[in-house]
């Protein structure tokens, strides 16, 4: 079984540059977490949604920040325009929101490099 | 809002030897805790979780967590070490009662297992 895929799993842009990241979440999941990780500020979370829609966005940073989720099986993470604070590593996560517990799984993670 | 600490930035042990990995956690309602483990250049593995019932929780690996409500603990451990552990923990908190999904996540703690 499939886990969270995320893509590209390396990104080097230069500041300014439009940057696209993608997740395809596990298959039958209906919750999805953007993550970023950094050494100064740990594991933040962005935003996530329920059924495609988003909940809580209060972790995106600025309006150079945007995620979507158009279906159940895609979302993405756009930063435009990009800066150098911006390099981290970008985590994608997705869960089976059931009444009661529900755990996040976690994607391999986007390194992006704004240089 | 919640919380979670973990105080030790590292831990080091010796191969064979018993390892725990602290953790203590702050909501207003019941708490869901969980531990995730992160080896170098990947994402986030999950451990375990404590919803309710038994104060001891078993997880993969060789891992076990005891919850302990007076002392709003979640301690990690593992009856005997090995290198192969040497890795960076995680813990995380979700308020049951908030409703919301939302993750808080430790600074983390490195695990250096020596030979």
């Known amino acids: 079984d499939a886990g969270v895929i995320q893509s590209p799993r390396h990104e080097v842009t230069e500041m300014g540059q439009e940057v696209t990241l993608r997740c395809k979440p596990i298959?039958?999941?209906?919750?999805l977490f953007w993550y970023r990780q950094t050494m100064m500020r740990g594991l933040e979370l962005l935003i996530y949604?329920?059924?495609?829609?988003?909940?809580?966005d209060s972790g995106m940073p600025e309006d150079r920040f945007s995620a979507k989720m158009p279906n159940a099986s895609f979302s993405t993470l756009k930063i435009q325009p990009s800066e150098p604070r911006d390099s981290a590593v970008y985590f994608c996560?997705?869960?089976?929101?059931?009444?009661?517990?529900?755990?996040?799984?976690f994607g391999p993670g986007t390194r992006l490099t704004v240089l | 809002a919640q919380s979670v600490a973990q105080p030790e930035d590292q831990v080091n042990v010796a191969e064979g030897n018993p390892l725990t990995v602290k953790c203590t956690y702050s909501?207003?309602?019941?708490?869901?805790l969980f531990w995730y483990v992160q080896y170098p250049n990947r994402g986030l593995q999950f451990l375990l979780k404590?919803?309710?019932?038994?104060?001891l929780v078993k997880g993969s690996y060789g891992f076990e967590a005891e919850f302990n409500k007076s002392q709003t603990s979640f301690h990690l451990k593992k009856p005997s070490a090995l290198v192969s552990d040497s890795a960076l923990y995680f813990c995380?908190?979700?308020?049951?009662?908030?409703?919301?999904?939302?993750?808080?996540f430790g600074t983390g703690t490195r695990l250096l297992v020596s030979p």
């Open positions: 996560a997705s869960s089976l929101r059931l009444a009661g517990s529900d755990t996040q799984y």
């Open positions: 298959s039958g999941h209906n919750s």
């Open positions: 949604f329920n059924n495609n829609v988003p909940i809580d």
């Open positions: 909501v207003s309602g019941n708490p869901y």
């Open positions: 404590y919803i309710t019932g038994d104060n």
């Open positions: 995380a908190v979700r308020d049951e009662d908030t409703g919301f999904q939302k993750l808080v």
